[in-house]
């Protein structure tokens, strides 16, 4: 039985989809050349004042709303001090003492059962801009485009007890961020990632033990795997008698494992104070009440829903709804053809395939929802085979297109007249007496071999349902 119990606390930073800046009105475009949205204000240059952008606000106040959050009506942003080449201005403005988001929650699913997990504070903030080395050159550059991009920094109760409740929480947080769409929640890019807190105590301590902060989590795979050696590192040293030291680790996903970066800084490090170019944040009633008028239905509700109406298992709905334009895309289908749980598996197996196999989002496929209804349709109402319809749909998937054109083009339709079949049923049986003396006299197996050769009779198009009826018919 395990000794030690793990504490996981997540600092979550997601950037939100504003077309400028938090404090300026330079685009926040991602993928232009170095230093491109750049101007005096996100450069740091002396004199310029910042002016707070609205829509960061409103973001940041919906992810409150959506998790339930007490939204303060007065916030103030603070300078967060510290000095690194890729922060301009010698100085982060954040927030501290009052942010603008405080105690709220998310609830997870785990292996273990649901879960709730706290929310201590959401809060706004400026990002840093980037450090480019080139080794080659034996050169450090500055790229400035993402200072003063507009982040939220999402931070956690230490809830959470497991890697995988850790990834759960991630997961949750992150298709609420893109349901609200305030976030594209792209962990690649960097516009949603997170910081780990994570300490071990043996079971049954209260005090917390000394914990490390985990940074260059990139992935939910990173997450896990990075949160797993720290734990192990953390109790190995423990066991050894010897202390376990509060710092900052990066991961290295190469090696998968963690390595020391820099002494963990404590908030008196920082020296925060309020920023004296920034006024109190008021918010007005109306504008909450606004707000949370334009929340849309939530990832937990719809997937309540989707077992509801659809009726679909508590596994399908979860899937369905992990990603918006998913769940989207699936009720788009089932709204041109009602067959949900059907309509559900081919969007659980050939359309996440597709999107897995090549990254993009059920938004982007070539082939609308109404052609995937369409095409389930048609094997549904026997005109085509399931098989065609798994055949033909990369095609579609790649193309779009109308299912029904690609079938008639292909020569693809099932061939469901009884007459047109009952010869080939005839001629197969009469080209195998053997087969039917044996089947008639109890080998009742040998229906399947029937089957196949009067499928390879009519090259695959003969309806199977149609041709087992015949033949239990015509061998009786």
Request: glycine share 6%; with cysteine.
């Amino acid at each position: 039985m395990a000794r030690y119990e793990t504490v996981i606390g997540l600092e979550v930073h997601a950037q939100l989809k504003t077309e400028s800046k938090i404090f300026c009105s330079c685009s926040t475009r991602f993928g232009v050349e170095p230093n491109e949205n750049v101007c005096p204000v996100c450069s740091g240059m002396p004199g310029v004042l910042p002016v707070l952008n609205r829509k960061v606000v409103e973001y940041a106040a919906k992810m409150g709303l959506a998790i339930d959050c007490d939204i303060n009506r007065t916030s103030v942003f603070a300078r967060k001090n510290y000095f690194y080449p890729d922060l301009p201005k010698g100085y982060q403005t954040s927030q501290f003492e009052l942010p603008i988001c405080e105690h709220g929650h998310v609830d997870i699913v785990t292996s273990k059962g649901p879960k709730r997990v706290g929310v201590t504070r959401i809060h706004m903030e400026e990002d840093a801009g980037k450090n480019i080395h080139a080794a080659h050159e034996n050169k450090s550059y500055v790229d400035l485009n993402r200072a003063c991009v507009p982040l939220i920094e999402i931070v956690s109760e230490p809830d959470m007890r497991s890697a995988e409740e850790a990834v759960a929480y991630l997961k949750a947080l992150r298709s609420i961020l893109v349901y609200l769409d305030i976030c594209d929640g792209n962990m690649e890019e960097g516009s949603f990632r997170c910081d780990a807190n994570v300490s071990v105590r043996p079971f049954g301590q209260e005090a917390f033990g000394t914990r490390t902060e985990l940074k260059n989590l990139n992935s939910f795979k990173h997450v896990q795997k990075a949160i797993e050696y720290e734990v192990e590192r953390q109790i190995d040293l423990v066991e050894d008698g010897e202390a376990v030291v509060q710092e900052t680790r990066l991961y290295d996903a190469n090696k998968g494992v963690t390595n020391s970066m820099r002494g963990k800084e404590e908030a008196h490090d920082y020296r925060y104070f309020p920023c004296p170019d920034l006024v109190p944040l008021v918010l007005d009633e109306a504008w909450l009440a606004r707000w949370k008028g334009e929340l849309p239905e939530l990832p937990k509700a719809r997937e309540a829903r989707f077992r509801e109406q659809y009726g679909l298992s508590a596994d399908a709905a979860e899937v369905l709804t992990a990603e918006r334009d998913l769940a989207d895309y699936y009720e788009a289908a089932v709204a041109d053809f009602n067959e949900p749980k059907k309509i559900a598996n081919w969007v659980m197996t050939d359309i996440l395939r597709e999107l897995n196999a090549t990254g993009g989002r059920a938004a982007d496929l070539k082939l609308a929802p109404q052609g995937l209804a369409a095409l389930v349709r048609l094997v549904e109402e026997g005109k085509i085979s399931a098989k065609s319809g798994k055949d033909i749909l990369p095609e579609l998937l790649a193309s779009g297109g109308d299912p029904e054109a690609l079938v008639q083009a292909k020569g693809l339709a099932q061939i469901s007249d009884t007459s047109a079949l009952a010869a080939d049923i005839d001629a197969v049986l009469a080209e195998n007496p053997k087969e039917v003396a044996e089947f008639k006299a109890g080998k009742t197996k040998l229906i399947g071999f029937f089957v196949g050769q009067i499928m390879r009779r009519t090259k695959g198009q003969a309806n199977p349902a149609v041709v087992n009826q015949l033949l239990a018919d015509k061998l009786k």
